[in-house]
């Protein structure tokens, strides 16, 4: 029999839930979308006295951390010492003092272990983040608010890792899959939760959508309530083994794109992942505002929508570098599933699985009369083949689960005359 040894507020915690925590077996963590940014921003409150905390976040990330580089004032917070279960079980990778500052302060402390710690938005990371615990309140209506008295963390204290964040943001809210101090993975600690969680964000910049963390039912108003997590298309998540950096990205098999039910012509051996370096493959991220495409597939897809167009619609030049296949807009119709323009299909493992793209989130609107194709292009050679950003996940609801290794795709809500920021009908927006 393998005994394995949990720290001593892992072992407290189901006990101590019991006081804060209420009878929904579904938390509700709503998201904002940052109107400069396009980052997609959620609020937790933390330390004593419990103040607010505002996270990008972060699919792939392997905790939540926050910067402790400006003062970081609490009176819970304890740092994970050298060999202890806390550094066990956050899987440290090194232990050591605090070098970097000539006092001793929350995210640079003696005898404490480390994880890595990333910005996703400028590609960086860090091999210091500093383990420790501290109270965390998260949650909101409808569903539960917990508040945990230790909750596992990492402190930074590298003012690099703050670059490119959106305004008053100071941290990552990360959701990776394979990490057991990431945000999913910790609360699934208790017997309410599991290690299945959904993202249902908002293309509203004023109306906020939410991550469903929990067994589910996951429902929205239209306006009778609606369960949103059935009829998904399911396929399998894939860990990518390239390295230590990226094992806690979602990367899933697409296995050809479509455009107006016709196949693209493209080079298939940059669909799956190379297994002797971990490039190519398809990666599922909150990090990126559009979905970026090797230049190759790009260049395939552009041909193919194009051609697909109505011929009374005419080409235009493209109003920003970052888009490049633009179009007239006067001709298109608007449909309750945005502008009425080919779809488009990422194929999955099999031909009838696939995760359809319509106009609201396939094309954007750059001016008054010219619409964008909203991919972008570019060279990823040492990278994954796709990256399927923001823009084309909003009002779809995507359900992640963990312990079948799946996910669960929806079409766009707009299907079913609703939205991610209908998730809670006693609140407006």
């Known amino acids: 029999m393998v005994t394995f040894k949990l720290p001593l507020s892992m072992l407290l915690l189901s006990l101590l839930l019991n006081i804060f925590l209420c009878s929904a077996e579904v938390l509700f963590l709503p998201v904002t979308k940052d109107s400069s940014t396009l980052q997609y921003i959620t609020e937790v409150g933390q330390r004593t006295p419990l103040i607010p905390i505002k996270l990008t976040v972060h699919l792939g990330g392997r905790s939540l951390w926050v910067d402790c580089d400006k003062g970081y004032n609490s009176s819970t917070y304890k740092p994970a010492q050298c060999n202890s279960t806390q550094c066990s079980f956050a899987k440290s990778h090194a232990c050591g003092d605090c070098i970097f500052r000539s006092q001793l302060q929350p995210g640079c402390n003696n005898n404490t272990c480390y994880i890595w710690g990333e910005n996703p938005l400028i590609n960086t990371y860090i091999d210091r983040a500093e383990i420790a615990e501290d109270v965390l309140a998260i949650g909101s209506t409808p569903g539960a608010l917990v508040t945990w008295p230790r909750f596992m963390f990492t402190c930074l204290i590298d003012p690099d890792l703050m670059r490119n964040l959106a305004n008053g943001v100071t941290g990552i809210a990360g959701f990776g899959h394979e990490s057991p101090i990431s945000i999913p993975n910790q609360l699934a600690l208790d017997h309410r939760f599991t290690r299945k969680f959904a993202m249902c964000l908002s293309s509203s910049t004023t109306s906020r959508g939410v991550i469903f963390i929990g067994s589910g039912p996951y429902y929205v108003y239209n306006p009778k309530k609606v369960d949103i997590s059935k009829d998904l298309v399911y396929t399998k998540l894939i860990t990518n083994n390239r390295g230590f950096l990226l094992s806690e990205e979602y990367y899933i098999q ?126 990823q050679t040492w990278e994954p083949t796709i990256v399927i950003g923001g823009h084309q996940l909003e009002e779809n609801l995507l359900l992640f689960d963990l312990p079948r290794e799946k996910i669960g795709f929806s079409s766009s809500l707009k ?14 927006g």
């Open 254 to 379: 697409v296995s050809s794109i479509r455009i107006a039910g016709k196949d693209v012509p493209l080079n298939k051996t940059l669909l799956s992942i190379n297994k002797k370096n971990g490039v190519a493959g398809t990666r599922i991220s909150t990090a990126i505002p559009f979905t970026i495409l090797h230049t190759s597939i790009y260049d395939a897809v552009i041909t193919a929508f194009i051609k697909a167009l109505p011929k009374n619609v005419p080409l235009v030049e493209p109003h920003t570098k970052q888009f490049g296949a633009c179009f007239s807009s006067k001709n298109i119709r608007s449909t309750n599933i945005g502008p009425d323009v080919p779809a488009i299909d990422f194929v999955l493992h099999k031909p009838s699985a696939y995760w359809r793209i319509y106009g609201a989130n396939s094309v954007v609107q750059v001016s008054k009369d010219v619409m964008c194709l909203a991919f972008v292009g570019q060279d």
């Open 415 to 428: 299907l079913q005359r609703t939205s991610c920021s209908e998730y809670d009908n006693t609140i407006l």
